[in-house]
């Protein structure tokens, strides 16, 4: 039987998008299948030129964003595209977590294979799919347990739970009839022949970067010196940003007002929390829920719009909430009309780039309205000298640098350090 291999068919220089596929004799399984953030897919696709809905798979084929995997996508979304449809040939998916970039293809695959993932997870991805145009297709879902291996054939894949801005995220210890994998830290006390490395962080890297207290500390700052609205915009699944802005809040003697999204999105996942832990709309105290002006409402929206504030309340009583604002909605400041001078906690990543775009229109908008700009985040993602120290911890004969623009700065951490080649099947081996 040939060896068993690993082949990365995204997250290749590119931040996020991994797809890898790991080879074993008969049996092929995949982990993760969601698109890109940069840079390729914006050579063709920008907010406004998106795939079609009706042809995703051929509008995406037609650049080489997706990968030619024989045997994963189903027949549907294949009609009418160059790649022919052929039956299933990947027996699994693994998902990490619920980021769109992880997950965000789960529509294109093939009905027949099973999708694992974290019960959380499934909740996460349910609540998006109610609340948002996201849709991941009907599959067998498979929930997985915490360090409970799952077979699929003769691979073995052990989910563990690791740290990331999204809760219930898993790295894998993946051992096939070769070599042994990990991805990200699930390493534990393991040996393990080949690690796969995230590097978001890795490279030159001026954004400045707090850890969670940090945050906290900083927002106890601005609400302890400001009577007036105070406005937080974070990542909308970011749900320990959430609870840091709701306890900050609450120790503010103020209310932290989310939309109707988060409000639902924290209802959902709540139970997979120990008792108390998330604040639940409707429920727990010192947490509101925002209407924003619509015509219409779908009806998971309408529990929480009963007793939602109107933008003229928030107007009138400023100094009584902490306004958790995303960028789209930002023509609700043209109701609020918040005094000049009120504080905007930009609690998500600074921009790569100078010239980023939603950036422009973000600072825009607040100095029309006068907004103090205050910075104030915390990454998912570990730094560079932490990815170095986590890669000559785990001393792997073999590590990938994967889900980064710079993997060559991990080399810094020895000869194991190999960023990968999309495409290039690598043969998986035990040390001996
Ligand atoms: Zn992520």
Redesign the pocket.
């Known amino acids: 039987m040939p060896e068993p291999t690993v082949r990365f068919l995204g997250g290749v220089r590119e931040i ?1 998008g991994n797809k890898i596929l790991i080879e074993d004799g008969p049996d092929r399984v995949l982990f993760d299948f969601g698109p890109s953030f940069s840079p390729r897919i914006e050579e063709y696709y920008r907010d406004y030129l998106q795939p079609r809905s009706t042809a995703k798979a051929k509008d995406l084929l037609e650049f080489d964003l997706l990968p030619r995997i024989p045997g994963l996508y189903s027949r549907e979304s294949l009609a009418d595209s160059d790649l022919a449809y052929t039956e299933p040939e990947v027996h699994a998916i693994f998902v990490s ?1 619920a ?1 769109a ?2 997950a965000g293809y789960l529509d294109l695959v093939d009905p027949a294979i099973p999708i694992h993932v974290g019960e959380g997870t499934r909740t996460l991805l349910s609540a998006i799919e109610t609340s948002t145009r996201m849709k991941y297709g009907t599959h067998p879902w498979r929930v997985f347990a915490d360090r409970t291996p799952i077979w699929v054939g003769g691979i073995e894949v052990i989910p563990y739970p690791v740290d ?3 809760p219930f ?1 898993y790295g894998f210890i993946v051992r096939t009839r070769g070599g042994t994998l990990a991805f990200f830290e699930a390493v534990g006390k393991e040996q393990v022949d080949a690690l796969l490395i995230e590097g978001t962080r890795a490279g030159p890297d001026a954004r400045r970067n707090l850890s969670e207290e940090g945050v906290r500390v900083g927002v106890d700052r601005i609400l302890d010196s400001e009577d007036q609205l105070a406005f937080a915009c974070t990542y909308p699944r970011d749900i320990d940003r959430l609870t840091t802005l709701y306890a900050a809040a609450v120790d503010a003697d103020r209310e932290l007002v989310v939309s109707v999204r988060t409000a639902h999105l924290l209802t959902q996942v709540a139970p997979r929390f120990p008792a108390g832990m998330l604040p639940i709309p409707g429920t727990s105290p010192g947490i509101r829920v925002y209407a924003r002006k619509k015509r219409t409402s779908y009806l998971w929206e309408r529990p929480y719009l009963e007793a939602a504030l109107s933008s003229a309340e928030v107007r009138a009583n400023g100094s009584k909430y902490l306004l958790s604002l995303e960028l789209s909605h930002f023509a609700e400041l043209i109701d609020l009309r918040p005094p000049s001078g009120s504080p905007f906690i930009h609690s998500m990543s600074e921009p790569f780039s100078e010239d980023d775009v939603d950036d422009h229109v973000m600072h825009n908008w607040l100095s029309h309205f006068g907004l103090a700009f205050h910075q104030m985040h915390a990454s ?1 993602h570990a730094s560079g000298p932490e990815l170095l120290e986590i890669i000559r911890a785990t001393g792997a004969r073999t590590v990938y640098p994967i889900h980064t623009t710079h993997p060559e700065a991990l080399e810094a951490a020895g000869p194991s350090v190999h960023p990968p080649e999309l495409g290039v099947a690598y043969a998986l081996t035990r040390a001996r």
Do not use: K
């Open positions: 996020g977590h980021h970039d992880h990331h801005s999204i995220a998912g």
